[in-house]
């Protein structure tokens, strides 16, 4: 769950609900301050999209104009809540006029929908404009946690959203049928990446466990 | 023998049984009772691990589902606790209280003080704790010393389902804000939990077990922990005597003295981290008010000044044992001058 990586700017998945945006907006100001033209970008559930730590983050993003896009990826539940009963507003990306910055809702299944999106905003960014807010509705395939019964979800809502809205199977389906990428080009990706994520699995389950002083490892820089 | 029933069992029944006896008493919190506002089923998780499953089903809007909003709901419900309410808030996992602690810190614990004792605010914070579960460094912390450390909270750490539902009962009838710790390990432990509703006052520790050679002081999951290293070392000679604290605030400084007075040697066990949490603030009392009394050095145990670690190799080192207490108190009973 909490995956980063440091060297290609990604500062983490959080355990906190909402604990990301604030160190998105930090990392923007960072961005501005240091002149490295980057652009920070943060990412929240519809569950995050109500905690304060975002809505205060959107605005001193928006006051300070920093160089930041906040993304909701709404997939309908926080944990086993639906976004329906949990959120006031009716699209997330509404509350961004609040905050005086630009605020689209797009198919978040649809690969082009988002890099356009998410391209408009960045340059924006970039550019001195400013923060956005960019509302991805999805679904999800699996509970909040494993072993998630679902319960709260109707029969059958998995089934026919993996088979009408999957972004990876449309995503395929789109480029081979305009006859820019060729479907055995993507089965290769496909089995490349297979092949990658296993053997980072199978090295991390041979790899040999930590020992007692690792408990003590990193806890700080210097002590 | 009586009936049994698990700690997530006697805490639900005293949940149910004050819902039915004071319309003043509902449930706020994040899915717990799960499903508001979908196409499936209501009730769907009763919290994360089902320990309010049910509640929702027989008392209705009384148990209220929230959004992720932790400042928000754990602050409404000291609002409508100072209104009138008799509020049981669930904080889902304690290493949350980091987003909303103003509210419990600043508000909670404050108004009644600032407000020359006019306001009465009695709300419980049900929250779950402890290490063991694989959760890693935010979902795994012990921070029960950080509320004990705030005058105007009460602490609860019950250690077994009998304790659970009569303090879980009391902090419920109590008129001052009281933070319920729940071991998210004992949940599955079974008891005796007697039917009918009763109440444990707080600030009374329990003695588990009787011994006349070494004082082992602790709480919550711990105590289990505890008992099995006295029942160790009752097999080699070491007659320990286990003083469950029960409640961190209010404190039974008497019972941890009085049982220091006939021993003369201290083991305080505790699961949260080792600066500043309630194996020093148990031995600073000792240290001082039964200092005559000592033998030997009080010796604490505590897992080390580090966040609980995600392998499982690391938490098992992480959290004290049984191995670890029997050592610390071998240790202390040997102790010669």
């Known amino acids: ?223 | 023998m009586g009936r049994t029933l698990s700690f997530q069992q006697a805490i639900n029944e005293a949940l149910a049984q004050e819902l039915a006896r004071d319309p003043r008493v509902v449930l706020m919190g994040e899915d717990v009772a799960g499903g508001s506002g979908t196409d499936g089923e209501m009730d769907a998780w009763g919290g994360p691990l089902g320990v309010t499953k049910g509640l929702w089903s027989k008392f209705g809007d009384r148990v209220m589902d929230t959004p992720i909003s932790e400042s928000a709901f754990i602050g409404a419900a000291i609002g409508a606790a100072t209104a009138g309410l008799r509020p049981v808030v669930e904080l889902m996992f304690v290493d949350f209280m980091g987003v909303c602690f103003d509210q419990i810190f600043n508000q909670a614990a404050k108004l009644r003080y600032m407000f020359g004792g006019k306001a009465v605010s009695p709300l419980v914070i049900r929250t779950m704790f402890g290490a063991g579960l694989r959760a890693a460094a935010q979902h795994s912390q012990c921070l029960y010393p950080i509320f004990t450390h705030v005058p105007g909270l009460k602490c609860v750490v019950p250690s077994t389902p009998y304790d659970a539902k009569g303090l879980l009962v009391q902090a419920i009838r109590d008129d001052d804000p009281v933070v319920f710790f729940e071991h998210k390990l004992l949940y599955s432990m079974q008891g005796e939990v007697p039917e009918d509703s009763y109440t444990i006052p707080f600030g009374e520790a329990n003695f588990v077990r009787e011994g006349d050679d070494v004082t082992i002081v602790t709480l919550g999951r711990m105590v289990h922990v505890a008992s099995q290293a006295a029942a160790e070392l009752a097999a080699e000679g070491v007659e320990c005597e286990l003083v469950d604290l029960r409640t961190t605030s209010p404190l039974d400084e008497d019972s941890v003295l009085e049982s220091v007075e006939k021993t003369g040697r201290l083991v305080v066990l505790d699961e949260a981290s080792p600066r500043c949490n309630i194996a020093t603030d148990v031995s600073a009392l000792v240290g001082q008010k039964a200092f005559g009394s000592l033998k030997a050095p009080i010796r604490m145990v505590s897992p080390p000044h580090t966040p609980v670690p995600f392998s499982d190799v690391l938490e098992d080192l992480y959290i004290p044992n049984a191995g670890t207490v029997a050592a610390a108190v071998r240790e202390t009973a040997g102790y010669k001058a």
């Open chain 1, 1 to 223: 769950m909490h995956i980063a990586d440091l060297s290609k700017g990604m500062l983490g998945a959080n355990g906190i609900v909402g604990g990301g945006p604030p160190l998105a907006w930090g990392a923007a100001l960072a961005a501005k301050k240091l002149g490295t033209r980057g652009v920070a970008v943060s990412f929240v559930g519809d569950g995050g999209a109500n905690q304060g730590t975002t809505l205060e983050s959107l605005n001193l993003a928006s006051i300070w104009a920093l160089p930041c896009m906040f993304v909701v990826e709404n997939n309908g539940y926080a944990e086993a809540t639906s976004c329906k009963y949990a959120g006031a507003c009716h699209d997330f990306a509404d509350r961004a006029s609040g905050f005086n910055m630009p605020g689209v809702t797009i198919d978040g299944h649809d690969f082009f929908a988002v890099y356009e999106a998410a391209g408009e905003a960045i340059l924006r960014a970039r550019e001195g404009g400013g923060p956005s807010l960019i509302e991805c509705k999805v679904n999800r395939y699996f509970g909040h946690f494993e072993g998630d019964a679902q319960r709260y979800r109707a029969p059958d809502e998995v089934k026919g959203i993996r088979e009408k809205s999957d972004c990876i199977t449309n995503f395929a389906a789109r480029v081979s049928a305009n006859g820019l990428v060729d479907l055995a080009e993507l089965e290769r990706i496909d089995r490349e990446v297979t092949a990658l994520v296993d053997d980072a699995a199978t090295q991390a389950k041979a790899a040999t466990k930590p020992v007692a002083q690792d408990l003590l490892t990193d806890v700080y820089v210097s002590y």
